[in-house]
């Protein structure tokens, strides 16, 4: 699904783009295009597959009215922690002690993306909650009475 479908939903509709040279392709990725974690190993790699795709894409692309963006979220509180970890209990957990991001604000940054000026690329977004860094163990800073070493 996140690699073969997207390429054939793109199929289905980038000549057409191309042929009145306009449009806007925009693929959902995941932070897990950049940063990999133990335990997805499969869902990781079909997310890196998911760059390359979208980076040749626009490559090919470039020359056309056709623009090609990739929305990278980090952590958002759906159904994905459910269907990985297999029960509520394990999947709330996930989102204890800390505010991820929700559907609403990913596509809040989908919006903003399609609605720039046509000469306006973003290439790609990547959309982190503020309680999250690479820099930590999981990604996910959870507030603690530590203060920064500023």
């Not at 760059?51 to 020359?63: A, D, I, N, Y």
């Not at 297999?86 to 204890?96: H, I, L, P, R, S």
């Amino acid at each position: 699904t996140n690699v073969i479908g997207l390429m054939a939903m793109t199929k289905v509709f980038v000549e057409d783009m191309r042929a009145r040279d306009h449009g806007h392709i925009i693929n959902i990725a995941s932070i897990s295009s950049h940063y990999t974690y133990p335990g997805g190993t499969v869902y990781c790699a079909s997310k890196f597959a998911v760059q390359g795709f979208t980076e040749s894409l626009r490559q090919e692309l470039v020359s056309s009215g056709v623009r090609v963006t990739q929305v990278s979220p980090a952590a958002v509180n759906t159904e994905f922690s459910l269907v990985r970890l297999g029960q509520k209990e394990k999947a709330d957990k996930v989102y204890e002690g800390w505010t991820p991001l929700f559907a609403d604000d990913i596509a809040d940054n989908i919006l903003y993306v399609a609605t720039r000026p046509k000469h306006v690329a973003i290439g790609e977004m990547i959309v982190w909650s503020t309680n999250q860094s690479p820099g930590f163990a999981g990604g996910i800073a959870k507030k603690t009475d530590k203060k920064n070493e500023l």
